[in-house]
């Protein structure tokens, strides 16, 4: 098992930033994948970020590239995400989640693939 416990959200004004972190623990050697995730009220799970957990390819949403950055530190079993120049549009609860498995866009990208998911933290861009 794999526990992930993010942290870092809050309330920001839009233009503003915020860095999200994710502390995984457990059974950490089963990750090769890790990924954030955002949901917005009335809204499906959509994906943010991924980061393949040993090496350093990336992928992002449309949304998202050029304003976000994932990262991760494999020594603190941590992953981070650095929001900047936020917009009212990115508010909803973030989620942190990992997996096992081959690095796939058609995989990192699905929030179905993904077996571990943290409890989310909740951002804020006020207009």
């Known amino acids: 098992q794999v526990q992930l416990v993010e942290s870092g959200g809050g309330l920001v004004p839009a233009g503003g930033s915020l860095r999200l972190s994710c502390a995984a623990s457990?059974?950490?050697?089963?990750?090769?994948?890790m990924g954030w995730f955002r949901q917005a009220p009335g809204k499906e799970r959509e994906f943010v970020a991924a980061i393949r957990w040993f090496g350093s390819s990336a992928d992002y949403s449309d949304s998202v590239k050029g304003r976000f950055t994932i990262s991760g530190d494999n020594a603190k079993s941590t992953l981070y995400l650095q929001m900047d120049r936020l917009r009212p549009e990115d508010t909803a609860v973030y989620y942190c989640a990992a997996r096992g498995g081959t690095w796939s866009s058609d995989r990192y990208s699905s929030p179905d693939e993904y077996l571990y998911w943290g409890q989310g933290t909740q951002v804020t861009v006020s207009s």
């Open positions: 457990g059974r950490t050697g089963n990750i090769n994948n």
